[in-house]
């Protein structure tokens, strides 16, 4: 929903800029979405995982105006607590990564959410999305 905002608002400011719908294609693209998935009950990443968090990374470095939201999430398995902790470990993990590549930590916002919004299969919904967007 807020990437649909985001691109009509885009839309918008070009056509009060008198450019009609020939929004450059920065514009266009208000948001990017990578995704980082972690064994069962881990909080280490493995090189695929570390490939995704560097291209994160550098397509935040090529867009400072745009912001990061690295949201933690775990399976179902195990206890409510157990699993908000966990995301929340692979949350601070991930947006660590991020920060030492060089994006300030002042632009990464991070949250964990456990289990909430677990989806698929439960090696799905151990997962990191990281999100750069316009602010």
Same mark, same amino acid.
């Given at each position: 929903?807020?990437?649909?905002i985001?691109?009509?608002?885009?839309?918008? $400011?070009?056509?009060? $800029?008198?450019?009609?719908?020939?929004?450059s294609?920065?514009?266009?693209?208000a948001?990017?979405?990578?995704i980082?998935?972690?064994?069962?009950?881990?909080g280490?990443?493995d090189?695929?995982?570390?490939?995704?968090v560097?291209a994160?990374?550098? /397509?935040? #470095?090529?867009?400072?105006?745009?912001?990061?939201?690295?949201?933690? /999430?775990?399976?179902?398995?195990g206890? !409510?607590?157990?699993?908000? /902790?966990?995301?929340?470990?692979r949350? !601070?993990?991930?947006?660590?990564?991020?920060?030492?590549?060089?994006?300030?930590p002042? #632009?990464?916002?991070?949250?964990?959410?456990?289990?909430?919004?677990?989806v698929?299969?439960?090696?799905?919904?151990?997962?990191?999305?990281?999100?750069?967007?316009?602010?």
């Amino acid at each position: 929903m807020r990437r649909r905002i985001a691109i009509l608002t885009a839309a918008f $400011a070009a056509l009060l $800029a008198g450019s009609a719908m020939t929004a450059s294609p920065a514009a266009a693209q208000a948001e990017q979405k990578f995704i980082v998935f972690f064994h069962s009950w881990s909080g280490e990443m493995d090189l695929a995982a570390q490939d995704v968090v560097a291209a994160a990374a550098n /397509y935040a #470095r090529q867009n400072p105006a745009m912001r990061v939201e690295v949201v933690g /999430y775990a399976s179902t398995t195990g206890s !409510q607590k157990a699993n908000l /902790y966990l995301s929340l470990l692979r949350a !601070q993990l991930v947006s660590d990564r991020i920060a030492e590549a060089g994006i300030a930590p002042a #632009r990464i916002a991070r949250v964990g959410e456990g289990s909430v919004n677990a989806v698929g299969s439960a090696e799905e919904a151990r997962r990191v999305e990281i999100v750069v967007r316009a602010p």
